[in-house]
């Protein structure tokens, strides 16, 4: 299967990797210049692996197996490449199958994930942008089958009426079969 990511990259004469993401608005880059009309130094914040590691646990952004993160950027031992950080991961994973060609299964392996793992980021990747290689909260998003007109049917009935005769009420007007515990529920709101 032949898999496509819109991920440009260049390696910069300094060694490293540089994104090239969509221009900025009108086309123009912008340089941030100072008073005296000069380029503005950078300050440096250094982390120690310890506390990069608490700060990506905090955020919930740590990798779920670190230990399985084989491939080569992780083990050079620059302190850029962090194998607990999920999102430099996954972004390595989908950059070393795009521009280095490493195949899927391989990728995937290499930086601690199976191949539907790696689709998955790819299709959020190429939705989203990097945004889309952070994980979505778990769970369900609320009830499914509770429409606002359903939940003001429930609301305007009678309270004497129990939870299952309610249910049997929904499912006659608006063929939602509901739970009694469910009518229970949006009925207390």
């Not at 004469?13 to 608005?25: A, T």
């Not at 692996?49 to 084989?70: D, Y």
């Not at 778990?138 to 009935?157: D, F, H, M, Q």
């Amino acid at each position: 299967m032949q898999s496509s990511c819109n991920l440009q990259c260049y390696h910069s004469e300094s060694g490293d990797w540089r994104i090239m993401g969509p221009p900025l608005s009108g086309g123009n880059r912008h340089t941030v210049q100072s008073a005296d009309g000069n380029r503005p130094t950078a300050r440096r914040y250094t982390m120690t692996p310890e506390s990069r590691q608490a700060a990506l646990e905090a955020a919930g952004l740590a990798h779920p197996s670190p230990e399985a993160v084989t491939a080569p950027l992780f083990s050079t031992g620059t302190p850029f490449f962090f194998r607990l950080d999920k999102i430099q991961v996954k972004y390595e994973m989908l950059r070393s199958h795009v521009v280095d060609g490493v195949n899927v299964t391989t990728a995937a392996a290499r930086h601690g994930y199976s191949r539907p793992s790696f689709y998955l980021a790819q299709a959020a990747f190429a939705e989203r942008g990097m945004a889309g290689l952070l994980d979505e909260r778990p769970g369900r998003r609320g009830p499914l089958k509770l429409s606002e007109e359903i939940v003001g049917y429930l609301l305007a009935a009678p309270a004497g009426i129990p939870g299952a005769e309610l249910a049997r009420d929904v499912e006659q007007h608006f063929g939602v079969v509901l739970h009694k515990r469910t009518v229970e529920k949006a009925r207390r709101r």
